[in-house]
């Protein structure tokens, strides 16, 4: 990883919630819509936040991203998006939609995964689904952002969880970290909601 990016991110990480924003710009469908969203998220899920400076926390590292984080907000992009492919749909039942990124390997410039200080903390997927990620989604340990997207349509149920490894675009051995975590925030939503509609259409056994 470019020593640029690295610094950015010891930057950002002590900054928290204060670092500035860079919203991701989201292409969103202009549809005549009666859906009716029941937004259930729990609250923070809205809200950025760095969760924890302790470094032996499984927390460390890891930022939440708020819902000013996308224009127009995830939400009404997911609304949009799922009325266009559904326009006959009554309900959308929001449980979870968030995004968080985890640079504790970075941050910590070792290993989460094994060695003597870290051997006894099991930081990955079966900890929590939401902010961590297993050794074979990322075996570089890169910073790496993580979608989760739960929730129901008419009572059809989806429940979606995507990763996207955060590294410059087109080659570049330099890039801005805020651009790249905006833009991650864009591909994961996509992915996640197109994922969503199809279950809708086909579940999943």
């Not at 390997?105 to 939401?130: H, M, S, V």
């Not at 051995?173 to 994922?195: F, S």
């Amino acid at each position: 990883m470019n020593k640029v990016f690295s610094l950015s991110l010891v930057i950002l990480a002590l900054s928290g919630c204060t670092a500035p924003v860079h919203p991701a710009k989201l292409d969103v469908p202009d549809v005549n819509t009666q859906l009716q969203v029941k937004d259930l998220r729990p609250k923070e899920q809205s809200q950025t936040e760095m969760l924890s400076y302790i470094s032996s926390s499984c927390l460390y590292g890891i930022k939440r991203f708020g819902d000013e984080w996308s224009t127009p907000d995830k939400v009404t992009y997911l609304k949009a998006t799922i009325s266009k492919a559904f326009p006959e749909a009554k309900s959308l039942e929001l449980k979870n939609l968030v995004f968080y990124d985890n640079m504790q390997y970075a941050l910590r410039n070792g290993n989460i995964f094994r060695g003597p200080i870290w051997e006894l903390i099991e930081c990955d997927q079966a900890t929590d689904k939401f902010t961590q990620y297993t050794p074979a989604e990322n075996p570089s340990r890169l910073p790496i952002m993580i979608g989760t997207l739960d929730g129901s349509l008419d009572g059809k149920p989806f429940s979606e969880r995507m990763t996207k490894v955060l590294t410059c675009d087109d080659g570049k051995n330099e890039c801005n970290i805020l651009d790249t975590q905006g833009n991650a925030i864009k591909t994961l939503l996509e992915g996640m909601t197109k994922r969503a509609i199809d279950d809708i259409r086909t579940p999943r056994n």
